[in-house]
């Protein structure tokens, strides 16, 4: 099969198209036949070999997200499910291929009227946007701080907390990703790459009660500022490079509690399940930016880095 490999950390052009055996599930696996990969930031990460909780060893293929069609199972799964449309996670590689084997317990059935390329920019996103939103607990009249609103989770947030009856403000850095957001609910659109973002959302806003904070950095600590007593914030991404430096000492002089969701694979399969459902009764719309065939692996990893990338990127292998 068709494959992509990671045979040592580097830039981007360190993922080269290759060969690779047919995966064969084994006791309580199936093989999908990958049609879509997803692509996160945390993927270009590893690729780097920079420090961090999923560090891979190579060689490998990497990929922790596909969807496709189930086409072989072991010899303990139920037939049924041969032929059935899922996304699964594949636990921390082999997805940059046109095969993965992953756990039939993983898998997730895509629903009826949902694409599946739509269902794979959901299966890490959406699972994350739906949990956050879940954790802060978003209100009516709640003004909404959303930071790097035109990515993958910040698109989905922008909408979920639109639809809980927010006021949402998104943030977004360049225009090209500014000019996106009122299409997906936000009230107020803003660039943090420009001087003066805070002071429009304070002359517009006020204040905000709620931060989701994909950034991280500097883009952070300002938001944070932003907060009025009784906030909450939580972080979820570090697209600047490095966390928020909001210490709970800082937070609590503020009055402001840090929100940290409760995860678990239970809860996460069902946050999924929750996002998947919302789109294909069409009140949730990943926004898939751009996409690339997958041996064109490399060039997708360097546009995310190159911050050149809008919402969700996918490889596309069948």
Known sequence: MRAI?????????????????DPTPGPGQVSIDV???NITFVETQQRSGRPGPFRVTPPLIPGNGVGGVITFVGPDVDPALLGKRVVS?????????????VDAAATIEVPTGLALDEAVALLADGRTA????????????????????????????????????????????????????????AELAVDYRRPGWAERVLDAMGGVDVVFDGVGGDIAATAFDL???????????????????????????????QVRPEVSPERLRAY????????????????IGQRFPLERAADAHAAIEARATVGKTLLDVA
């Open 272 to 287: 999924t399940g929750q996002a998947l459902a919302d789109a294909a009764a069409g009140r949730l719309r990943p926004l």
């Open 35 to 37: 049609a879509h990969a």
């Open 89 to 101: 996670a594949t636990g921390g590689f082999g997805g940059y291929a046109e095969r993965a084997v």
């Open 227 to 257: 907060l009025e007593p009784g906030g909450r914030m939580v972080s979820f991404g570090l697209a600047s490079g490095t966390w928020s430096p909001i210490s709970p000492e800082a937070a609590t002089a503020r009055q402001v509690t």
């Open 130 to 185: 739906t949990m956050l939103i879940d954790a802060v607990g978003v209100r009516p009249g709640d003004r909404v701080l959303v930071e790097a609103a035109a990515g993958g989770v910040g698109s989905l947030l922008v909408q979920l907390a639109a639809r809980a009856g927010g006021r949402v403000v998104g943030a977004a850095g360049g225009p090209r990703k500014v000019d996106l957001l009122p299409g997906f609910g």
């Open 5 to 21: 490999w990671l045979r040592e950390f580097g830039g981007p052009e360190v993922l080269v198209p290759d060969t690779a055996p």
